[in-house]
């Protein structure tokens, strides 16, 4: 089922691309498809009923014409903490 069209970035090139909020079973994917570097699935959650509540309640109190400005930031075993936004001031 399709919670809401979005636009999100490519992982790989940062490009500007469209995307897909679905839910499947219990968990709320992102689902974005990159000219260049194919399809991404990202998992967002694990309770659908929730995600889907807290998004209504988003768009009924927030207007959809007000820029985002929250991301949600992923760690991995890549980072090398020295993004200038990192919240564990990792080095500083």
């Not at 399709?2 to 995307?19: E, G």
């Not at 219990?26 to 699935?41: A, I, M, Q, T, W």
């Not at 659908?48 to 929250?70: G, K």
Request: hydrophobic share 35%; aromatic share 6%.
């Amino acid at each position: 089922m399709i919670l809401r069209n979005t636009q999100s970035v490519c992982s790989q090139c940062l490009t500007s691309v469209p995307a897909t909020i679905k839910i499947q079973n219990s968990d709320v994917y992102l689902e974005k498809n990159c000219p260049v570097h194919g399809e991404h699935r990202q998992l967002l959650s694990h309770a659908a009923s929730d995600w889907a509540a807290l998004d209504r309640l988003y768009f009924a109190v927030n207007s959809e014409e007000r820029p985002q400005r929250d991301f949600i930031v992923r760690m991995t075993e890549n980072c090398n903490l020295a993004c200038p936004i990192c919240l564990a001031k990792a080095n500083t």
